[in-house]
Every structure is written in C-alpha cells, then in structure tokens.
C-alpha cells in the first residue's frame, strides 16, 4: 500500500516492467511451455520460457476422476518410453536415468529401474501466464569476434558488454546474442561458449573459464556455414579449439563408467551444436483424453485389480456366449442403478407365467414369457442389468497381458471400447447430449419444419451414409476435452535418437521447478463440437474378409470387437512396428486389429479434410479418438476458443456436399500420383494432418483402405488391399440388381 502511495505522488518510479508477449494458451502449453527457445518479436533477442510463480493453479479436489486419468495416461506414457529406450539395441547398455527425469523415475532395491510418479511432486496450472529469461547470454562482436559469456541476467547487468572494440582504434563493438546453441539428448542446453565442463578427481563438475595458457578471452572463427569448420581461437596463445561441449549430466554419468572399462564412448558425451532458429531444441510431451467426469469406473475397472470384472464386461459389451443372471441378481443389479421399481412387475409376469404354463395354459405362458423377456432386454439394452457372460479364454488371457506386458493405452482396444460404453451412457444416448443425423433437427437442417422436406433430407442423409457404410451419425454438442502437457525432450522427439552413427537414449524430461520445488503441468480442460461415426459391422466384416483377415464373421452374438479384442497383438507407444520405410525393416502381418484401425484413422482423417473444407476450422485445430473395438471413430474441435459452431454450421448448410465428399473417389486422389501409393498410400499432400492433431503420429493410414490399392508397406502380406467403398458398393449392389 505504500509503495503504491509513493508512485501515486510520484517520490518514487514505478519498477519498470518487462516486455511481454500475447499467445494463445494452447501456444503457452507447447510451443512456449518451460524449457523452449525462442526469439522475441521482432528479433530482439534469444530467451528461455520459464514456469512463473503465481499462476492461475487448478484445484481437482472436487474431480478426483481427472486427477486421475492425468496420472495414469503420464505412468504410461513414462512406462512405454523408458521400455523402448531399454530396448535400444546397442553394444553399451542404457541406463534408466538416461531415459526418464528424477520425477519420473526410481531405481528398485534391485537395481531394476522403474516408472515412479508422485502425485505430491506436481502442480496443475492453466497455461495463461509463462515466464521467460533472456538467454543464452553468449555474446560475439561482429567486427573483432570477441566472445563473451554471462551466467545470468544480473551478471550482465553488473558487469556490461565493452563498447570499445579491439579489431578499430576507437571504433565500437557490434555484439549480437549467437544463434547458436549446444543441446543434447539428455535434455541439456548451454550457450555457445568457449569454456567446458570438466569432471574433477573429487567427482565435482567444474567449468574450467579459461584457456590452458591461463587467458579466457577468446575469438569465435566462422569458416563458412558448417559447424565443423568454425573455431574458437585463444586471444593468448593463439591455440584453436573445435566447437563442442560435455553435457553435464552424461559427463557425470559416464566418465567414471569411461574409465572402469566399459565401452561408451566420448561421442555419447559431446553435446551438438544447433541453431535454433533452423532446427527445434524442444520438443514438448502432451497428452490428451476425452472425460468421464463422475464415472469412476474408468478408471478403477481398467486397474490392475479388477481383471475379474473387466472380463466379465468386455464378455458382455462384445457378445461372448453366457446366461441370464438369476432373479436375485437381476434385482441386485436394478437397484445399484436406482430402477428396482419395475422389478416387482418382472416378478410378477415371471410367476404369472409358471402359473399358466402349470394350468395348461401354453399360449398364456409363452405370451407372459415373451412379455418378461422384452422387460429383460430393455434393461440389457441400457444397461441397467448385465447378463451373465462366459469369456472365452483368449479373452481373460488378453486382460491378463493388458497389465503384464502394459498394452499401450493410446490403441489398447479394452480400454477404448470401456470409454466407447462411457460415450454412449453419458453423450450418444441422453436426450439433448447429441443429435441423430439421420433425422433433421431445427439448428442442423433447414429443411426442419416442413414435412415433405424433411422426409426428403432424411431419406437422402441415409442413402449417402449407406454409401459411405455408417451405420451411425451424430454431433455431439458438448465434448468435454483434457490436453495437458508434463515435460520435454531435446534434439528428438522419441525415445530413440540416432547421432553420429549411433543409437542414442533420448531423456524425458520434466519442466523446471517452481520455487516450492514442484514440477508445472499445464491442462487445457475444453468443450468442443463432435462428430461421431459408427461403421457398419457387416460391411467392416467383408472388409476384412476380402482382404484375408477375418476368415467369417464371428458368430451371433459375439461382436467383430470381441475378435479384435481376443487377437490384439500390442501396437507400442510409438508403432515402431508400422513406421518401417523399406522390405527388410516389415515385421509386422495384417491382421484384424491393424487393419481395422487403418481403415478408421484414414477414414476419420478423410473426415477431418472433409470439415476444414466445407467449415473453414484448420486441420490443426482437430483432433479425433479412435475405437477399434467398436468400429466407431470420433473428431473433435480442439481450439481453446469459444467454439462458434462450426462444424453443426457446416452440416446445417453443406451436408449434401460433405456426404458426396466422403465417397467420391476423386477426393481420394493423391496429388504426388504412384509417389505416395508407392510409399504407403498417405502423405501431405492427401490424406495426413499435423501430427500434433493426429492420434498415431500419421502412421497406420493409407487411402487404399478405403479405395484400394497398395498394402501398406510395414504389411508383410504385400496382397493389395480392396477398400472398404468397393467393399460398400459391392454389397449393395445386389440388392440394386433385385429392385
């Protein structure tokens, strides 16, 4: 209050405030997330983001099932790197620390390293305000190439660049901040600097801040545009040395491994030098999930401890063969739900019917048998009352190695059709939740009102969605959306990085630390717009039968899911299965899990190309969720902005061309021509979109799912592929024959 008082009256200044810059929150949260380089509007200089005290925090102690989902999807995320990173083939072993931050990682008692994440470790905050550092304060006189240093903006500040120059009597110096950087994969970043860190025999890192002649001036060369050839040359004795840098951390770790014998090298020590204006030195780590607020079983069925019930619902949702449960379990199962009322009536028709059927009464008994199993199966049907399934056992096997061998959870198939069920309950089924496309309504179809019209257009809208093969079409109006981001990398994106001619771990790291010595995660919570689209099983079951994966359709009522589910052989975090380039790299065979999930994800892009022409939204600013399981996809906006309608806009006034849009096969054309068919049938320039929106990192696509052509080229069955629109058009067509 005084101070203010003061600068009121004008006895004392106002604190001059730094500059400041407006970005998006999605921006903040990745692109400017703590640990990244970036230059200041109009090139004034290099900074660093930092985390800044004082942000908006976000308190999940009323929503414990977010809280949650966070934590799980960070665990496994941190699981699948560091089992991939330990899988690194190389003649030198990679140790757990090179793989995953301290607030990600521990070591057992054993030595075995795990994935340890404590949720008192971290605080959520919504990303509206980051900080920033001028840096790295690495300096280079233009006219005598003098190089100066600072450790910190206070030392620049204390002790001032020189403004004489050495190289013109009387002239000035022209510094300017170096755009050259040295990164390492281990999450280190320094400044340009002439001066290295040294590992003492006392174990203490040191940089040593001068030359071996005792001067520490020094002169930056620049011999051309590679690195390689610059130099920094001593002002004293003249002595040159090539432009590298120990990263701390590694030098630490494996100079004294370096000098007990073991066969790392000094190359796994040397950080790279990079512009940062032409390469990226940050890669930030995010995730994203759909919520389930207050449906805990989300979360708790898909852990470790409830295998038991987990079979029994994968069992019932997917149609593996089982009995009614009994009357007692009936009522048990009703009054969980809060809809015992109408139990009383089942027991009532039930005796009704015994007692006919003891009098001789057949038509009676088999009129009030059909009567109790309608009731029956409507609570089947909405899940009020779960019968009694009998899983196969390839099916427990499978829950079993879901936790064992930790399925990766972005395509676990049981996860997604349990969050499919969840999307039904809580978005698909509830009156005013979504809407049926097939039928008009006031805000989606303009032909609302007028009853001829409006038969007109539901008739159309079927036809062109039998077309395509949905079975299903929605928008749901309001889905609630989580992007969160946990950390960082540097030089790669991927837990494998490969520099001078060898394998490298790439180490996951987490943001720097606030003061009360917690790591930031920043979380963008959404309501967006949707579309959801559910395939027609037949057709998907002639898909995978023409293309020799399926050899018949699974018997009623077990669900093609339930097959997928039994077969599902894991994908990995990272599909390194699917992202081979060349015949010797293929491992991996067609089967119904990969082909079906091709098949979605190249159809929900094709979607998404679809809304960003005729809606005007950016690919970039969609995303989508795939299940497998229940041949279903779903495609969102994911803008941070107030969602204008967008995407109902563009049914309401282009839903005639959309529809066409999806199935002619001239939209499926690629503008690189055999180029992209003969390397997997997707590209920029067709059917990919940012990677930041896609779902696999713009794997597992190709057009010729959906319009034939060539089997992918990770698919050790080379058959060209028959597209799920030719498969669709040949199935109908008898039935044109007959009309």
Request: charged share 25%; glycine share 8%.
């Amino acid at each position: 209050m005084s101070d203010t008082r003061s600068y009121e009256h004008g006895s004392l200044p106002p604190p001059p405030q730094p500059p400041r810059m407006n970005r998006s929150q999605p921006q903040l949260a990745t692109v400017y997330a703590p640990g990244a380089m970036f230059t200041w509007e109009g090139g004034k200089g290099a900074c660093i983001a930092a985390p800044v005290e004082g942000a908006p925090t976000i308190d999940f102690s009323n929503n414990s099932t977010r809280r949650e989902q966070i934590f799980e999807t960070m665990t496994e995320y941190c699981e699948s790197w560091l089992q991939r990173g330990l899988n690194i083939n190389r003649p030198v072993p990679v140790y757990g620390v090179q793989l995953l931050d301290g607030c990600f990682y521990s070591e057992s008692r054993t030595g075995v390293p795990t994935v340890s994440i404590a949720s008192d470790r971290f605080d959520f905050f919504r990303p509206d305000r980051i900080g920033y550092v001028p840096g790295p304060l690495v300096y280079r006189c233009d006219h005598c190439e003098i190089v100066r240093e600072y450790s910190s903006p206070a030392h620049q500040m204390a002790d001032p660049l020189p403004t004489a120059c050495r190289a013109q009597e009387g002239g000035e110096c022209r510094w300017r901040q170096l755009d050259v950087v040295y990164a390492h994969w281990s999450g280190g970043l320094e400044g340009l600097s002439p001066y290295r860190y040294s590992l003492g025999a006392d174990g203490q890192l040191r940089k040593i801040p001068r030359c071996q002649c005792g001067n520490e001036t020094f002169r930056l060369i620049k011999r051309g545009n590679q690195f390689s050839r610059w130099r920094f040359k001593c002002t004293g004795c003249q002595g040159e040395r090539e432009l590298y840098q120990n990263d701390p951390f590694t030098l630490g770790l494996l100079k004294p491994r370096i000098e007990a014998g073991t066969a790392h090298t000094k190359a796994e020590i040397h950080m790279n030098p990079v512009s940062y204006r032409a390469s990226p030195v940050f890669y930030v780590q995010a995730a994203r999930f759909i919520v389930y607020d207050n449906d805990a079983e989300i979360v708790t069925i898909l852990g470790p401890n409830r295998q038991p019930e987990l079979t029994a619902k994968l069992a019932a949702l997917h149609g593996f063969g089982g009995a009614d449960p009994t009357p007692d379990q009936i009522r048990a199962q009703l009054a969980a739900k809060g809809r015992d009322a109408m139990y009383p009536v089942y027991e009532r028709v039930l005796r009704q019917a015994v007692e006919a059927e003891a009098s001789g009464d057949a038509g009676t008994a088999q009129s009030l048998g059909d009567m109790a199993r309608d009731m029956l199966q409507g609570w089947y049907d909405v899940g009020d009352v779960v019968p009694e399934s009998q899983a196969s056992p390839a099916l427990r096997q499978q829950v079993i190695d879901r936790h064992d061998r930790q399925y990766a959870r972005r395509f676990d198939p049981m996860r997604s059709t349990i969050e499919h069920d969840a999307l039904r309950r809580r978005k698909l089924e509830p009156t005013g939740q979504s809407a049926n496309l097939r039928h008009a309504h006031a805000d989606l179809a303009r032909e609302f009102g007028d009853p001829a019209r409006q038969a007109s257009y539901e008739q159309r809208v079927a036809a062109e969605l039998a077309r395509a093969g949905i079975e299903d079409a929605r928008l749901i109006r309001d889905l609630d959306m989580v992007e969160f981001s946990f950390g960082y990398t540097r030089v790669a994106a991927t837990p494998e990085t490969v520099q001078k001619d060898r394998p490298m771990p790439v180490r996951l790291m987490g943001f720097p630390r606030l003061q009360n010595n917690k790591r930031p995660i920043y979380v963008i919570e959404q309501q967006n717009e949707a579309l959801y689209f559910r395939l027609d099983a037949a057709a998907v079951g002639a898909f995978l039968r023409r293309n020799g994966v399926m050899p018949q359709m699974p018997p009623s009522p077990k669900t093609i899911g339930g097959e997928l589910i039994e077969s599902y052989d894991d994908f990995g975090l990272f599909l390194r299965d699917f992202a081979v380039r060349d015949e010797a790299s293929r491992v991996r065979r067609r089967d119904i899990a990969s082909s079906v999930f091709l098949l979605l994800h190249s159809l929900s892009h094709h979607v998404m190309h679809g809304i960003a022409r005729f809606s005007g939204l950016d690919l970039g600013s969609m995303s989508e969720a795939i299940y497998p399981a229940d041949l279903a996809f779903l495609v969102h906006r994911r803008g941070m902005t107030e969602d204008l309608g967008n995407i109902s806009s563009m049914w309401r006034d282009h839903n005639a061309a959309f529809l066409d849009y999806l199935v002619s096969r001239r939209e499926l054309r690629c503008g690189s021509g055999t180029l992209c068919d003969h390397r997997g049938g997707a590209c920029p320039a067709c059917i990919m979109i940012p990677e930041s929106s896609c779902i696999a990192g713009n794997q597992l696509l190709s057009r010729a799912s959906l319009v034939g052509g060539r089997a992918p080229i990770w698919d050790l069955d080379q058959t060209p592929l028959t597209g799920y629109f030719q498969v669709v058009r040949d199935l109908a067509q008898p039935q044109a024959d007959t009309a």
